[in-house]
């Protein structure tokens, strides 16, 4: 019997709290997120949607699992999740190959806090967890750790499926593509995540709405109050040609490829994101973490976008308050698993578990 609030979560590398929005809307209230950057853990203690959460600042791999423990002790509840995006460091392409030596772990030096999650799954053992990760983790040269991963928690008793997921399927107003694996000690109830949203010609038949274009969502901060001084482009060395790049495309648009008199520049040999701009009767293109001066998306205004413009594209609530610079703000927002995104992935082990 399904009771309220009788599931909670424990929140690992919580960032700026896009997977925690998550699951408190989710129906899951977190009672414990972690994060070791210190703007971030600012971030979430800025937000009364915590203040009933401990807040904790560190490495996880100093943290032990007794923390967590003692966390969950505090509060009254039936049953419990784990939730969280492990960092990986870059993927090389260079083969790493797993020695199953090693019981618990993943012989990787790319999955330390891969390793560290899987440290906190097995100590508690959660009745479900969610864990989201770049879907080039599912690369042949990579895929050895998503292998381990799963090999790992069968032997602790987990049902799991991995979710090659699109942010727009789920209300998103954003094209952003993850990868989440979901865990549970009760049964899936469905093949998948419940999808919301498709593209439009699909939506009769399928009984969805159609996606979520940018122009709908960033509509109410294009005034002056929401102004910011890192938005404005004059005088840069391509704000000439941002602007003549139409609402949609990027740097090809001004390339021979693209049939532009006199090309200023060469198509395929840029990053596809240089000079890349929004067009408000579509979802966005993802948002980043660290983008370089003239990496977009921006604005079709011909401007960088603003805090509140790319937090609601990453479905953050609206008035959800940020800490730190305007670089540590983008990185926190760039990192954030898209708040409606992870809500379906978490509702899908939640109802494994009721």
Not at 149 to 170: H, L, M, P, R, W
Not at 179 to 198: A, Q
Not at 205 to 213: D, H, I, Q, R, S
Not at 337 to 350: D, F, Q, R, Y
């Amino acid at each position: 019997m399904n009771m309220e609030n009788n599931i909670v979560a424990v929140s690992l590398f919580s960032g700026a709290g896009g997977l925690d929005v998550a699951s408190f809307w989710a129906g899951v209230p977190v009672v414990l997120s972690t994060d070791f950057d210190s703007d971030c853990i600012e971030t979430l203690k800025s937000n009364a949607l915590f203040a009933n959460a401990e807040i904790i600042k560190g490495d996880l791999h100093e943290i032990d699992s007794s923390v967590f423990q003692a966390a969950l002790q505090k509060r009254n509840y039936d049953k419990f999740i784990v939730i969280g995006g492990a960092p990986c460091q870059p993927f090389s392409k260079a083969g790493y190959w797993v020695g199953h030596e090693t019981r618990r772990g993943i012989n990787d030096p790319r999955a330390t806090l891969v390793n560290e999650y899987l440290r906190v799954v097995t100590d508690l053992h959660p009745d479900g967890f969610v864990f989201e990760n770049v879907e080039s983790l599912l690369h042949p040269t990579n895929k050895v750790i998503v292998d381990r991963f799963i090999e790992i928690i069968t032997e602790q008793g987990y049902k799991s499926k991995i979710v090659k997921a699109n942010a727009q399927d789920y209300g998103v107003p954003q094209k952003r593509r993850r990868l989440f694996i979901l865990g549970t000690t009760g049964d899936f109830k469905s093949d998948e995540p419940r999808k919301t949203h498709c593209p439009e010609a699909e939506c009769k038949a399928k009984g969805l709405a159609p996606y979520v274009n940018v122009g709908e969502v960033i509509a109410g901060f294009d005034v002056p109050e929401f102004f910011e001084p890192e938005e404005v482009i004059e005088g840069g060395t391509y704000a000439s040609d941002l602007k003549e790049v139409p609402p949609g495309m990027n740097y090809k648009a001004l390339t021979a490829w693209y049939g532009y008199p006199n090309p200023k520049f060469v198509a395929e040999k840029r990053y596809w994101n240089f000079l890349l701009k929004l067009a408000p009767n579509m979802p966005s293109w993802t948002i980043t973490a660290q983008p370089g001066p003239w990496i977009g998306p921006f604005h079709w205004d011909n401007r960088r976008l603003r805090v509140p413009e790319i937090a609601a594209i990453q479905t953050f609530p609206k008035g959800y308050r940020f800490h730190g610079t305007r670089r540590s703000i983008q990185k926190q927002i760039g990192n954030a698993v898209p708040s409606l995104m992870g809500k379906a992935m978490i509702e899908h082990v939640k109802e494994s578990i009721e």
